[in-house]
């Protein structure tokens, strides 16, 4: 048998293992847990940096794209989006004589022929094909006693798509037509034809003619603009476009954006405060005092709630075409805060019965205390899901009321009326209902998104899940 | 469930009385004059026009004979159209709107319990995350937007087929009513998708599908006859508010596809400021919303019969 007899020398000080004295998660508060659950989901992070960009934009944004959302141009009508708008520098008009015909080289009509008249041949355009001015030449037709000028918009898609009827000539003699009428940087089909006075030709000549924006001399030293005839200038930049004013939309968004988003948030703000102040009264006494006012908020809930919106606008005064963003206000938050005060009635009558509120109230806790320390932390992360649900409709209610005319009027434009004027012309120019109905939906759909995520990120139930 | 009944009908009357009220009070008890203008009236005219629509009286005696002529279904002359009673431009445009509520709401319920049922079958999958951006889209577009873009879809097809396949606008026949339909329903067709997922999910975590599976029967067995039967019945309660979200959307639908029905002529009415129109339609609209909630709750308390139980207490 050997025997050990341990001596100093054998024993050695193991390296102390602090991971094993920390077993436990950090300590973290409640807000910090949440705030950390939401940073992790992709779609709230994501809603939370677009609705700050979103209020970058409609804040700071008018600072930086100085153009006045009010000014009209109407050289620039329902523009596309585009950075430069080239335009031709040229002379001032001076009245134009026209071309006309020597009466004796003209073969007069013969009546007692049956043929059909020729086609107006060569039809030529004078100088260039301007937005001020298009100028029109053609040959004589044998026989001819009238021309008649006709212009399309778009390519003739029958043989009779011949547009709409410009002008007639007085006499034979008249060889030329100056078109003035609205011409916009397009191209348009002319079409002329001869007449005897009683039949038309029946073969017709079309000659396509693209419109080039200009500027006279004149109205380029207005814009401040290099007043060379000839030069090609550019009439500033519409990154959205401009409307059927040919106000900027970049501009108009961003002032848009501050009557949507301030009634978006400001009217949610109130009535959730409002309905917190009625829902907690109303569940920390409980009894009759609770039933009564519950019963009111019954009553709001069956009030239809848009037609009252309409009907306050009007109680106040306010026709039809005339601004009302507080009236439309107020009723928003007199009318929507009965959800709230249902949420936070629920919760303060939960809380009232737990068992840490029991305890607290037979160590001698004040009503004041127990609001404090128990009721609002408990209820505000209910109410910010609330508060962050109840923007959207704001939202949406405000685009709708302006939308039909009875949110805010000219010239404050909100994305609802934007909207509305947009629509109007959608089929040849859809950017003008594009971007304000974009800039809706992507605020709205930030929000959900965002409630969403609170939603889920404040249950603390979700952290055991994790 | 008859007391339950009675009960839920005496309310919904109180409330329309709450509503008729509410109305009255928002048009007599603030500064303005429905019949003030910019132009100066002739006090003799002014008083004759006060009488005939009975603004001479006091407000109690103006509110007395106001619920009492409601209560005969008279809600007075309208004041842009002197010679057409409220009543009659109800009954003439309201049918219009009913038939493309219901149409929508037809829609709505069978695409939300259709792809509610899709998603939450197919969990976690393309299809179920297909939907959900559809879902959270149709919720998040104003309906006028939708309205628009429906509107051009049908030009634009129009376009290309070189035939009228849908009328662009109007209310005649089948064809008119497919688009603004779908377009009224998409929003609520989106909400019912995600409650009718959200309840699909709770109902396949239950006990009884689980013993159901236990049996050992078929996949399509029990989500014909387990999950679906009780998954739907959350919808039912929600068609009643539905139908309100249904009703004032179709002001704007009504609008843009120009379908002559009540919410337009509601728009008109405010444009004009017709305040016989703005008060009847109102309440008119509110009454009837009063009544679709009670019957959805009715509805519901016959399907589930554990409402019955509880209402019998």
Redesign the interface.
């Known amino acids: 048998m050997t025997s050990f007899t341990p001596k100093p020398e054998d024993f050695a000080l193991l390296a102390q293992r602090p991971s094993l004295h920390h077993l436990q998660r950090p300590s973290m508060s409640y807000w910090q847990d949440a705030w950390r659950r939401l940073r992790r989901d992709p779609k709230a992070s994501v809603s939370l940096y677009l609705i700050i960009a979103l209020f970058m934009i409609t804040l700071f944004g008018p600072l930086l794209w100085r153009v006045e959302p009010a000014r009209e141009d109407l050289d620039v009508i329902s523009y596309p989006p585009g950075l430069r708008i080239p335009a031709l520098i040229v002379t001032d008009p001076v009245q134009w004589p026209g071309v006309h015909a020597d009466p004796a080289a003209l073969v007069p009509a013969d009546p007692n022929s049956t043929q059909s008249l020729a086609a107006t041949t060569t039809i030529r355009v004078e100088g260039e094909a301007t937005t001020q001015y298009v100028r029109l030449t053609w040959q004589p037709v044998a026989g001819a006693a009238t021309y008649l000028v006709y212009r399309n918009d778009h390519t003739p898609e029958a043989a009779g798509d011949l547009g709409l009827p410009l002008f007639q000539t007085l006499s034979a003699e008249e060889l030329s037509f100056e078109d003035r009428l609205q011409l916009k940087p397009q191209d348009y089909w002319y079409t002329v034809i001869a007449s005897d006075g009683v039949e038309e030709a029946s073969v017709v000549t079309t000659m396509k003619v693209p419109v080039q924006r200009a500027l006279t001399v004149s109205q380029a030293r207005e814009r401040g603009l290099d007043a060379t005839p000839g030069q090609i200038v550019s009439l500033g930049a519409h990154p959205f476009g401009t409307d059927t004013l040919g106000r900027d939309i970049l501009a108009r968004v961003m002032q848009g954006g501050r009557v949507s988003l301030f009634i978006g948030i400001v009217a949610p703000l109130l009535f959730v405060f409002m309905g917190t102040v009625y829902g907690g009264i109303s569940g920390y006494f409980g009894g009759t005092i609770d039933a009564v006012m519950m019963r009111v908020t ?2 709001l809930v ?7 919106m ?3 606008r ?4 306010i ?2 075409g005339e601004s009302g963003i507080v009236p439309m206000m107020i009723a928003l938050v007199l009318l929507s805060w009965e959800n709230t005060a249902r949420l936070v009635r629920g919760q303060v009558l939960q809380l009232r019965e737990e068992a840490y509120v029991q305890a607290a109230l037979l160590l001698g806790a004040k009503p004041l205390y127990l609001i404090f320390r128990h009721m609002i932390p408990n209820t505000i992360g209910p109410l910010l899901v609330n508060l962050t649900f109840s923007i ?1 409709m704001a939202i ?1 209610t405000e ?2 009321l302006s ?4 949110g805010v009027a000219p010239p404050t434009s909100s994305w ?1 009326s934007m ?2 004027d947009g ?1 109007k012309t ?2 040849n120019t ?1 950017h003008e ?1 594009l971007f304000p ?1 974009l800039f ?2 992507v605020t ?2 930030a929000f ?2 965002l409630g969403d995520g609170l939603r889920d990120a404040l249950d603390s139930r979700m952290r055991s899940r994790e | 469930m008859l007391s339950y009944i009675v009960k839920r009908f005496g ?1 919904g009357v ?2 329309i009385w ?2 008729a009220t ?2 009255f009070v ?2 007599h008890l ?3 004059n429905p019949l003030a203008q910019e132009k100066a009236v002739n006090p003799v005219i002014r008083a004759n026009l006060e009488k005939q629509y009975g603004l001479d009286k006091p407000v109690t005696t103006q509110y007395i004979i106001y619920i009492t002529n409601m209560l005969h279904g008279d809600f007075g002359i309208s004041y842009t159209q002197e010679n057409r009673f409220v009543k009659d431009i109800i009954s003439e445009h309201f049918p219009v709107s009913a038939e493309l509520g219901l149409l929508s709401l037809f829609f709505a319920t069978l695409g939300g319990v259709l792809f509610g049922a899709i998603t939450a079958l197919s969990r976690n999958r393309w299809p179920d995350h297909l939907i959900m951006v559809f879902v ?2 149709g ?4 309906n ?2 939708f309205a ?1 873009l429906g509107q ?1 879809l049908i ?1 634009k097809l129009n376009g290309w087929t070189g035939t009228t396949i849908l009328p662009i606008a109007g209310w005649d026949g089948f064809g008119s009513m497919l688009m603004p339909s779908l377009v009224l329903g998409l929003s609520t067709m989106a909400y019912l998708t995600r409650l009718m997922r959200a309840t699909m999910l709770e109902v396949a975590g239950t006990d009884y599908i689980r013993t159901a599976r236990a049996k050992g029967l078929s996949t399509t067995r029990i989500f014909l006859s387990h999950q679906l039967r009780n998954a739907i019945m959350p919808v039912i309660t929600v068609l009643g508010p539905a139908i ?1 979200i249904i009703t ?1 959307g179709g ?2 639908v009504e ?2 596809f120009t379908i002559p029905g009540l919410g337009r002529y ?2 008109q009415a ?2 004009q ?1 017709d ?1 016989t129109v ?2 009847g ?2 309440v008119f ?2 009454a009837f ?2 009544l679709m ?1 009670i019957v959805a709750d009715i509805l519901y308390g016959f399907v589930d019969p554990r409402i019955r139980v509880e209402a019998g207490r």
């Open positions: 019954d009553f069956a009030l239809p709630f848009l037609l009252f309409i009907l306050f009007i109680a106040f005064g026709g039809p959207p949406f685009a709708f939308f039909i005319g009875m609802g909207s509305n629509i959608m089929v859809p209902l109905a809706i939906s709205v759909l959900n998104l | 309310m109180l409330t709450f509503i509410a109305t928002a048009m603030v500064p303005g959270i889209l919720v998040s577009v104003p006028f937007v628009a051009l030009l309100a004032t002001f704007v609008s843009v509601f728009v405010v444009q400021l305040y703005i008060m339609t109102t609209f509110g919303l009063v909630v």
